[in-house]
Nanobody, 126 residues
Framework: QVQLVESGGGSVQAGGSLRLSCAASAYTDSSYRMGWFRQAPGKEREGVATIYSGGSGYYADSVKGRFTISQDNTKNTVYLQMNSLKPEDTAMYYC????????????????????WGQGTQVTVSS
């Protein structure tokens, strides 16, 4: 069992920045990956970014060049730095933990991940 606790959400104006944090209780070595997902009202949960220990980030096209995922293994924590935020980035953001290899599911498929945090709200106003 892995517990995940997100923090860092809030309200910002378009063009602003936020940094989300996700503290994991265990299992953040290179056998596993951590991901960030988001879900807006009435929409499906979508993958935003993912990373595994020692690897580079993998991003959804909608956030490439604006968001950066990173990991601090000494703290079992993964971060999502979000810059140049847009109103369409408004959503509940979730941290997730899963196996390093996702096979045909793809690294940004929610089905690849087994443990989820409670979420943190991000609201971007125009």
């Amino acid at each position: 069992q892995v517990q995940l606790v997100e923090s860092g959400g809030g309200s910002v104006q378009a063009g602003g920045s936020l940094r989300l944090s996700c503290a994991a209780s265990a299992y953040t070595d290179s056998s596993y990956r951590m991901g960030w997902f988001r879900q807006a009202p009435g929409k499906e949960r979508e993958g935003v970014a993912t990373i595994y220990s020692g690897g580079s980030g993998y991003y959804a096209d909608s956030v490439k060049g604006r968001f950066t995922i990173s990991q601090d293994n000494t703290k079992n924590t993964v971060y999502l730095q979000m810059n140049s935020l847009k109103p369409e980035d408004t959503a509940m953001y979730y941290c997730a933990h899963g196996p390093r290899l996702c096979g045909r599911l793809g690294y940004l498929s929610p089905d690849c991940y087994h443990y989820w945090g409670q979420g943190t709200q991000v609201t971007v106003s125009s």
